[in-house]
Structures are given as structure tokens and as C-alpha cells.
């Protein structure tokens, strides 16, 4: 068990580092270079330019740059943006609570709507209610989720005004920032929930055909007891991995999701700094967004195997 | 030698025929898609959406970029599906967008896939040190979430329809990659390889010959439910404002249009969303399908 959560451990180390190294690209691969394309065509005072390059460290050969990236970057040394002039972690860790809030938030949502419909979904299997939950799960799957934001908001904000469509409503307590959060989390935990329903239906399914299952019921249990104690626990266990893997997912999905309704995190944030060609910001964001969502299935894998006695035993 | 229980494992009579044979199956597969009636409609889906995608210049009742006084206009006998912000036909708007979509996604997934099969096939026969770069390599692409991949590279390379292809393209290397290496490296092991090569046959003969035409079905699936997942992304940074770039119309950056007049009409908003979400809708139902028609013992396991 040790050894194995050590291994595990140590396989994150090269990919960390590959992240890293993808990071540092980002700046490098910009055609030209990063001080054409931040000064454009007006200035040329060669000055400023050599000022500029240094500030980048362009100066150097590409290992050095690399070198010295990669050491401010052990440091906790982000760069700072080239517009605010504000260290770039400073505000990632500003905006990382909503993005948080947002992700942590769909995947509740997600789990609420997945697994009740899924296990509707296997015991009354071929009802109607089987075969909307079917479709819903299909179309969930197709459907882009920034779309489904901008129905929602037509839906609920422009046509029935119920709940605000854009910010985060800082400053407006508990239940008003509750508000504004209710759309995103639906819009981001759609696809989530249409994926983990399926998985909850099949493997529903597929336990309620066991042996046990069917002592269960020998024994004169009432169908919704041989659901709940008996087949419920373990139908779940692959529906817990598919969530697992798709958690680190979610943190991809909250760039657009974020777009579309104006939330204050990292996602709006990167793309600002796209748009503004703030590459610092860019670097910094992606960077930190990939390092989390590589911790995030790390410590997924690791609860699972602790959570499932089976994989304890140390294969 | 020949069995009939699995068809796809090569015979001499397959050597001796093999345009026939491979004529023969597909023939055999679409009968089997066209049986189960969700593969049924994901196939008419996919044949409509592509037959709109090239046929869009005759079918276009109007230049997509034409503009008009009739901003925003409500869908009449003039624009069938309505007028966006500009007074453009939106009809003829998603039908280009149609072209645009369905254009980048198949070049995408057709190089990533390319490229991918080789990287798979070299890592999976050849295994070593080939196998010790590539597959770390495909690894750590895994471990970057699809779009802030995508977005890390059109951020650097500037939004644009090339920079959007090449993004796309790195992001859909490893899964065709990761597939091909383990279907080789099982393949690899079958006595039938394991004859060819003591006859003698060459390396590059035993791939071409054994481990791809064995890798087909996978592959295949593969490629189906990446078009559906590519077209996803493709409409996400269009939307976000980093793929095809205006006058062209791409469904991704109509939404994004759409959107800032959505208290005035909403079919520019509905439009585009109805478009994506039909043809992902279709790609993925093909590709369900073409899973459990080539081979059973795929079902049920979900690609990504």
C-alpha cells in the first residue's frame, strides 16, 4: 500500500515537469517573438526592445531561459502580468476560490441529478422514464456546454428573470451569491451528469443480475430494500471512478463555462490574457490550471484505491 | 485455417482477395449499423450534415456574408430561419458553418489519426526505446485537460483556422496513439506474427500485413467519435473567440454573436446550438455503434 502510493507519487513528477516544460513553450512558439508582438509595428526604439528582452530573459541561450523559468518557478515566482504589474500568483490565488466553488459546485450538481435518474433508470428499466433519461443522457453528451449556458440564461434570466446571468454577486451574502452560482454549476455539470448517469444505469444493471442480488430477493426483501443495502453500494464503485477522472475535466470545461456567464476566475482570467496578449498571465494560468488538475486525479487514484478494498492488496 | 467467428483476423483468402474481402465487410458492417435503428439515424445524421457541408454553395439561399437591413428578423418566408445582427441569413450561415466545422474536424482527426496510428504502431511493435519516449510523451498530453491543451497553443500561435488545426491536432494524437500501441502490442503476440516473422517477412511487411488491418476497428471507432469530440472543441474556441476567425462563418463564434442580442431575438442563438448539437449527436451515435458492429468486446467502454 505505501509503496504503491509512493510509485504513484513519483510518476507525477515527470509529468509536472512536462507540463512545465509545455508551459515555457507557450511564449517561445509565438511567431517572431513575444517583444514583436507585444510592441507591434510603432515601436522600435531598439532600447526599450533590448530592455524587454532582458526583462524575458530572451537574451540567453533556451536552456539557461529554461533554467532560470524553471528555478523562479520552484520559488512560487509566476512572473507578473503586463498589464497590472501584479505578481500573476497573487491573483491566481484571488480568482482560484470561485473557479473552485464552480467546479466543486457541478460536480454536485452532477451527483445529485446522475445517480437518482440512474438507478430510477435500471429498476424500472424500459419504462418511460428509462427512455427520457436515456435520451436526456444522449443529448447531454452532444450538447456544448456553453450552449446549454446560453439557453439557460435566455430560459431563466431574459425570459423569466428569475436569476442573474453574468458576475458572481459578490457582497450580496450567502443566498445571493447562491444566485448567481446555481446556472454555471448546471451549465458545467451537465455533461458530467449525462456521463455518470449512463454509468450508474449500466452498472445498476449489471449487479441487480447477481447471485446476491437474487438471494436478496429470495428472502423476501422488498424490491426497494434489495436496491438500497443490497445493490445500490456496489453499483456505484465504477460510477465513483468515471467521476474521479472526470473531476480534473471539469476544470477544463470551467474556462468556457466562465466565459459565458462572466465569472470572476481563473478561466475568464486566461482567456483576458490571451486577448491582451498578457503572456505571463497565459503561462502562469494554464500552468497552474494543469498542475491541479494533475494533483486532482492524483489524489482521486489514491482515495480509490484506499476506498476500494480490492486494490489494496497491492497488484 | 479459416474460421467464420472472427472474420477480421487475416486469412490467405484474404490475401488472395483482399479488395473484395474488405469491400465484402464494409458492405457487412453498414448492414449491421443499418439494422440498429439509433446507428441507423446517426448514419442518416452524419450523411445530412456532410451532403449540407458540400452542398452548401448550391443549397445556400443567400452569401453567407451578405448583409441586410433586416437585423435580427424573426424567421419569414424571406429568412427561413431568421436574420443575425448583421441582417445575415443565418440558414445560409449554418450551412457554411456546416463546411467550416465538418472541414477542420475531418483534417484534424484524419492527421491526428495519422500520425497517432504510426506513433502507436512504432511503440507498440518496436517497443524499447521508442516505446520509452513516445508513450511518457503521449502521457503527459493525457494529463493536460483537451482544452487548455488547445488553448495553450492558439494562445501562443495567435486565434486563426491554421493555428486552430494544429492545436486541434496535438490534442488528438494521443488517444490514437495510446489505442494503436495496445492493439499492436496484443497483436504482436499471436502465433500468426510470430509465423510471419519465421518465415522471414520484414518488419514493415508484419505491420502493413498484420497489426494495422487488425488495428482497423479500433481505429475506426476511434476516428468516428473524435470527429464528435473535435467539432465540440472546434465550436468551444470559436466561440471563445480563438478559431475561425469573421467573415467566416463557424457555429462556435455565432453562438458568441448570438448571444449579445439574445433580449432582442433569440433565433441567432438557437440556430447554431441545434446544428452542434445534432451533428455531435450523430457522430456519437455512428460511433456506439460502429463499436459494437466490428467488435463485441469493445462494448460498453467508453473512449475518453
Known sequence: MLRMTLIRLLSVVPVLFGISVISFLVIRMIPGDVISSIMGQDFGDPAVEAELRRYFGLDMPVHEQFLRWLGALLQGDLGTSMRTGQPVLEEIMQRFPSTLLLAVSALVVSILISIPLGVISATKRNGLLDAGTRIGSLIGLSLPNFWLGILLVYVFSVSLGWLPSQGAGEGEGFWGSLKYLLLPAITLGASLAAISMRMTRSSMLEVLNQDYVRTARAKGLAERVVVARHALRNSLIPVVTVIGIQAGALLGGTVIVEQVFAWPGLGTMVIRGISQRDYPVVQGTLLFLAFFYVVVNLVVDLLYTYLDPRLRSGH | ?304
Open chain 2, 1 to 304: 485455417m479459416v474460421t467464420e467467428v472472427a472474420p477480421d483476423r487475416p486469412t490467405r483468402r484474404r490475401a488472395q482477395e483482399p479488395l473484395a474481402r474488405a469491400g465484402r465487410r464494409t458492405a457487412q458492417v453498414l448492414r449491421q449499423i443499418m439494422r440498429d435503428r439509433v446507428g441507423a439515424i446517426g448514419l442518416v445524421i452524419v450523411v445530412l450534415m456532410t451532403g449540407a457541408a458540400v452542398l452548401a454553395p448550391l443549397i445556400a439561399p443567400y452569401d453567407p456574408t451578405a448583409m441586410s437591413n433586416q437585423r435580427l428578423a424573426s424567421p419569414s418566408g424571406t429568412f427561413l430561419l431568421g436574420a443575425d445582427e448583421a441582417g445575415r441569413d443565418l440558414l445560409s450561415r449554418a450551412l457554411y458553418g456546416a463546411r467550416t466545422s465538418l472541414t477542420v474536424s475531418l483534417i484534424v482527426v484524419t492527421c491526428a489519426g495519422a500520425i497517432g496510428v504510426l506513433l502507436g504502431l512504432l511503440a507498440g511493435f518496436y517497443r524499447g526505446f521508442l516505446d520509452a519516449i513516445i508513450t511518457p510523451a503521449t502521457d503527459i498530453m493525457f494529463s493536460f485537460p483537451t482544452l487548455l491543451l488547445a488553448l495553450a497553443v492558439v494562445a501562443a500561435r495567435g486565434p486563426g483556422t491554421e493555428n486552430l488545426i494544429l492545436a486541434l491536432v496535438i490534442v488528438f494524437i494521443p488517444s490514437f496513439a495510446r489505442i494503436v500501441r495496445g492493439t499492436a502490442m496484443s497483436i504482436r503476440r499471436e502465433p500468426y506474427v510470430e509465423s510471419g516473422q519465421a518465415v522471414g517477412l520484414s518488419n514493415t511487411r508484419l505491420i502493413l500485413k498484420y497489426i494495422l488491418p487488425n488495428s482497423i476497428a479500433p481505429i475506426a471507432v476511434q476516428f468516428t467519435t473524435s470527429l464528435a469530440y473535435a467539432i465540440l472543441i472546434e465550436a468551444s474556441l470559436g466561440y471563445l473567440g480563438l478559431g475561425v476567425q469573421p467573415p467566416q462563418p463557424s457555429w462556435g463564434s455565432m453562438l458568441s454573436n448570438g448571444k449579445s442580442f439574445m433580449e432582442i431575438s433569440v433565433w441567432p442563438s438557437v440556430v447554431p446550438g441545434i446544428c452542434i448539437m445534432i451533428t455531435v449527436l450523430g457522430f456519437n451515435l455512428l460511433g456506439d455503434t460502429l463499436r459494437d458492429a466490428l467488435d463485441p468486446r469493445l462494448r460498453g467502454r467508453s473512449s475518453r
